[in-house]
């Protein structure tokens, strides 16, 4: 110590130092500019809408007991503040007003952040008595297991649920479409207004992230080389395909649609495009190349999602994709790098007699490491035969699945095995042998009924068995009684096997109805799985007092297959 006391004594005297206060600096001196640059650059930080923070908290009284239908008035003081800003709804001034966030029955609430500072909190109960105040420190970074409170008062426990920071203002869109999986990875599409002018009148930047947990979305890029924009009379969108890999590139398939606005139903022109970049290190912009198809084939110009319309990697750098032709769906094979495609119905016999059912047919079969093409040819109740094209060659096969009972499913590959749904209340699910599979013009008879794999409750029409999402050796089978997810509300019911599909549990379909943090699923692909659980992505939105504003979720099993109690944020780095 006296040491350091003798140190600061030679230094004051000797190097003949000054103490003043920053009030008597001169502003046009240099250390008065650095003094103004220092509080501009503060005051730039704690006002930035490129970054938002969006929490999610529970608000209880000091034993635990939910403040259930109160509200929390919050804002944030920084420097726009200790300058005198004029606050705003939106903060167009440079500084934001105080927002309101309404508890729910549970004393939940989600607070949005678009300022850096300290975040002060008035918390009021159903009665509308302030209860409680806090006060913490709001920054870019902060994550749930940094946040801490700086003071505190009343009765009150302030408990942060979960946390979740947004760059580039990528929270603040309903544009949130959950795309699909490849490589371990899942995708999600988002967009971002530019310019604002009105509803009918706005331009937009489209991102697509992926994550390899389902949670944590870390690789983002922005798509370039296409317009987002409606104007008044028009209306330009992407349509994009579930996410391809081919070992080493993510590959989209992409529709730039324009349309009549207000009436969408007006089609008016497309742009057929493809979308390649790194897998190992995904570029922070890439641009959307043309994709020649033959003549009036365009990519999901149908009247469903455009995960409706099968797209895969075969393998040797073939694709296909199903563009429609009037219409009417038509799956194709070719290359990138080409302008030459195949129809898959008028030149290798494939067949589409429902749409619903028979697009799902167009299948990836893996059998002694070499890839085949699976697609429908024809139905006939109890027997169901499929063209199989071996997709380094396309020398093709005729297969005829043949089961007890009508099939209500196309055949799917799981582990090494075939199977299908079959039946009518109660749908059964069962499996084929695959030893005869390359042989010429094979019939392959049922061989086994999955065990508890039953269902009489789905309802619905033709092909309730949707999709197969799977990851470390679980498998979980998505069932639905509308085929488009269109029906309000989408039924959906899901079986788990974890012992190479010789028997299934049932998974409660508890997150895909209306409640306080979940909403009506509307495409399979918000259902992915990860790491043997399965997941499942939306956007809802929440009344900040001022509008409305969205926040992404993801909702988790857990080992057991029972869903997790509450839903996590979605981050996205």
């Not at 008016?268 to 190992?280: G, I, M, P, T, V």
């Amino acid at each position: 110590m006296k040491r350091v006391l003798s140190l600061l004594f030679f230094i004051l005297f000797y190097a003949k130092c000054s103490i003043f206060k920053p009030s008597q600096l001169d502003p046009g001196e240099d250390l008065g500019t650095l003094q103004s640059l220092l509080r501009l650059l503060a005051l730039i930080d704690a006002f930035n809408t490129q970054s938002q923070s969006v929490l999610f908290m529970k608000f209880t009284d000091s034993s635990g007991t939910p403040y259930g239908g109160g509200a929390v008035e919050y804002s944030v003081y920084n420097e726009a503040d200790e300058n005198g800003v004029a606050t705003s709804d939106f903060g167009e001034t440079g500084n934001v007003r105080t927002y309101t966030a309404t508890l729910d029955n549970f004393g939940r609430g989600f607070l949005f952040f678009s300022e850096r500072g300290i975040a002060k909190l008035s918390l009021k109960n159903a009665a509308n008595t302030f209860v409680g105040t806090a006060d913490f420190r709001i920054y870019n970074g902060i994550t749930k297991q940094s946040f801490s409170l700086l003071n505190h008062t009343g009765n009150a426990q302030f408990l942060v649920e979960d946390l979740a920071n947004y760059r580039n203002r990528l929270a603040t869109n309903f544009t949130f479409t959950p795309l699909g999986s490849a490589n371990g990875r899942q995708f999600i599409y988002l967009e971002v207004q530019t310019e604002y002018i009105a509803s009918d009148n706005f331009k937009s930047l489209g991102y697509i992230a992926s994550s390899a947990d389902g949670e944590n979305y870390d690789q983002i890029t922005k798509i370039d080389g296409v317009t987002f924009e409606r104007n008044v009379t028009t209306d330009t969108i992407l349509k994009i395909s579930n996410p391809l890999f081919n070992g080493s590139d993510y590959i989209f398939f992409i529709s730039e649609e324009k349309r009549a606005f207000p009436a969408t139903t007006t089609f008016l022109d497309n742009r057929n495009l493809y979308l390649k970049f790194s897998a190992f290190s995904p570029p922070s912009s890439a641009t959307v190349q043309l994709k020649n198809l033959p003549t009036n084939y365009r990519f999901f110009n149908g009247a469903n999602g455009n995960w409706y319309y099968p797209a895969l990697y075969l393998g040797d750098g073939r694709y296909m994709a199903t563009p429609t032709l009037s219409g009417d769906p038509r799956p194709i094979l070719f290359y990138l790098d080409t302008d030459t495609s195949s129809d898959l119905i008028s030149d290798f016999s494939c067949s589409i007699l429902a749409n619903d059912r028979d697009l799902l047919g167009f299948q990836l079969v893996t059998y002694s490491g070499i890839n085949y093409l699976q697609c429908p040819q024809n139905y006939a109740g109890a027997s169901y035969g499929f063209r199989s094209i071996r997709a380094s060659d396309l020398i093709f096969n005729q297969i005829n699945f043949t089961a007890a009972a009508n099939f209500d499913s196309p055949v799917f590959q799981v582990e090494d095995k075939l199977m299908a749904l079959t039946g009518s209340s109660p749908f059964s699910g069962v499996t084929f042998p695959t030893g005869s599979y390359t042989n010429v013009n094979p019939t392959i008879t049922q061989n086994a009924t999955i065990t508890n794999f039953n269902t009489s409750s789905i309802g619905g029409t033709t092909s309730r068995l949707r999709t197969i999402k799977s990851s470390n050796s679980n498998h979980y089978f998505v069932l639905s009684n509308s085929p488009t997810f269109t029906a309000l509300p989408t039924n959906v019911q899901i079986f788990r096997s974890n012992d190479g599909v010789n028997s299934v549990t049932s998974i409660p379909a508890t997150p895909f109805s209306l409640s306080e943090y979940s909403v009506a699923i509307i495409s399979p692909e918000q259902i992915q799985s990860t790491n043997g659980l399965l997941n499942y992505s939306y956007a809802k939105s929440f009344s900040n007092g001022s509008v409305n504003l969205p926040v992404y979720f993801t909702r988790f099993t857990n080992s057991d297959g029972t869903w997790e109690d509450l839903p996590r944020l979605i981050k996205i780095k």
